[in-house]
C-alpha cells in the first residue's frame, strides 16, 4: 500500500492498524535543536485520546507516546533537542477487542470502506477496519505537536460550530469555552443543547455529523506559491485525508457565491506598524490566503464530517460473496466523530503551515 506519507520538506510517514499492537509515525525533516520531549507530544494526544467522556467512544486508549529516535541532549543547554534526523514516534494500543467484529468480517459495512478495500487489494483488516480506522489519527496529532514546535509563534485553535442540523450562534463566541466543555464548542448555549441531543443519538443507536473550524493566528506573508503549491490547496488536501471528512471551505467558503464582488473584496488601506508601512485590511472573506499565499491575516477553515458509518440500526449491505444481508456494526463508536477531528484537524493545519514555512524559508533565505 502506497501514499502513507503527507508534506514535502516537513513530512511524515504513519504506520499501523487500528487492533494491531502499536500505530506510530516517522517525521522526518524538523530542523536541528529544537527543544522536544515526550511531553510536548503527549499534551496534545490526550486531546484526542477515546474514552474521555461518555459522547466518545468508549475504547480505553492511553495514547501514551515514545520518542525512539531523533533527540539528544543538547550540547550547550543540555536539554533533550532535535537532531535534524528523522524523529520516530510509537504510541502503543491497549485496549483492543477485535472479537466484536467477527461477526461482520464476511459482510461490507455500508458507509465505510470494506468494500473498495477488497476491491483495490484482494484483502483487509476487518478488525476495526485496519488501516482505515481513524486510530491512525493519534499519528497525525503527534506530528503535529512536533509542526507546531517550528512555528511557536503561531496559534491554531479548532472548534466544533455545528453539530446534526444544530449550528453555533457565532454572537456568543467565546474562545475560553472550547476547552470547558466536550465538544470545544466556543457556544456554552449550543454546548449545552448539544448534551441532550448527542445523548439521543448515542442512546438510539444511530450517529451525526459535524462541522469544524480551524484557525491559525500570526502566521506569517508569503507562504505558498502560485498554482501548484498553493497553501489552500495543501490545506483542503490535509483536511479531505482525515477520515470521515467530506467537504473543506476556507474563508468564506461556498457561502462567497452569494456575496457581490463588492461585498466580497476584503479592502486594503496603509497602516503603521513598527515604523513601516504595511496593508491593512478591512474583512477576511479570503481566509488569509491570496492567490495560494498567506496575506499575514487569520487562515480559516471549515470542514464537514459525515455522521459515524458503524451504528447498531439493521442496514442492508452483502457479503463478500455477493449475498444479500443486514448488518449491525457492535463494538465501541463514536456517536459524533466531528467531536475528536478538532484536535486532528489543528494537527494538520500545522503540519501544512510547518512544511510550507521550511519551503519558504527554502526558496527565499
Not at 477496519?129 to 514546535?149: C, L, M, P
Not at 453539530?163 to 449545552?192: L, Q, V, Y
Amino acid at each position: 500500500m502506497s501514499h502513507n506519507s503527507f508534506g514535502h520538506l516537513f513530512k511524515f510517514t504513519s504506520w499501523g492498524e487500528s487492533h494491531g499492537p502499536a500505530i506510530g509515525c516517522v517525521v522526518d525533516g524538523t530542523p536541528a535543536r529544537i527543544p522536544l520531549l515526550e511531553k510536548d507530544i503527549q499534551h496534545f494526544l490526550d486531546r484526542r485520546k477515546p474514552g474521555q467522556n461518555r459522547f466518545t467512544t468508549q475504547r480505553q486508549e492511553p495514547d501514551e507516546v515514545k520518542i525512539l529516535s531523533g533527540i539528544f541532549e543538547d550540547p550547550e543547554t543540555g536539554e533533550q533537542v532535535t537532531t535534524g534526523t528523522p524523529i520516530s514516534l510509537l504510541i502503543e494500543n491497549t485496549d483492543q477487542r477485535s472479537k466484536d467484529y467477527s461477526d461482520i468480517k464476511n459482510s461490507y459495512r455500508p458507509g465505510h470502506a470494506d468494500f473498495t478495500y477488497t476491491e483495490k487489494y484482494g484483502i483487509r483488516d476487518y478488525r476495526g477496519g485496519g488501516r482505515q480506522s481513524a486510530r491512525e489519527t493519534a499519528t497525525r496529532v503527534a506530528a503535529g505537536a512536533i509542526a507546531r514546535k517550528i512555528m511557536p509563534e503561531v496559534t491554531i485553535v479548532g472548534s466544533l460550530v455545528q453539530m446534526g442540523p444544530h449550528s453555533i450562534n457565532r454572537d456568543n463566541w467565546d474562545d475560553t469555552e472550547i476547552e470547558k466543555n466536550p465538544f470545544w464548542c466556543p457556544d456554552k448555549e449550543a454546548a449545552t443543547m448539544w448534551e441532550d441531543y448527542l445523548d439521543g443519538v448515542r442512546k438510539a443507536g444511530s450517529s451525526c455529523g459535524a462541522v469544524i473550524e480551524v484557525t491559525a493566528k500570526n502566521v506569517p506573508v508569503g507562504l505558498g506559491a502560485p498554482i501548484y503549491g498553493k497553501l489552500d490547496a495543501d490545506l483542503a488536501s490535509a483536511m479531505m485525508s482525515i477520515n470521515a471528512v467530506k467537504g473543506v471551505e476556507i474563508g468564506e467558503g461556498f457561502a462567497a457565491a452569494a456575496l457581490s464582488g463588492e461585498m466580497n473584496a476584503d479592502e486594503m488601506s496603509a497602516s503603521q506598524k513598527d515604523s513601516q508601512n504595511t496593508p491593512e485590511f478591512s474583512s477576511n472573506h479570503a481566509g488569509g490566503i491570496l492567490g495560494g499565499i498567506s496575506t499575514g491575516q487569520d487562515i480559516t477553515l471549515r470542514f464537514a464530517v459525515k455522521p459515524t458509518s458503524s451504528i447498531l440500526t439493521p442496514r442492508k449491505t452483502i457479503t463478500t460473496s455477493g449475498e444479500e444481508t443486514e448488518i449491525i456494526t457492535k463494538g465501541r463508536h463514536d456517536p459524533c466523530v466531528g467531536i475528536r477531528a478538532v484536535p486532528v484537524g489543528e494537527a494538520m493545519m500545522a503540519i501544512v503551515l510547518a512544511d510550507h514555512f521550511l519551503r519558504n524559508r527554502g526558496q527565499n533565505g
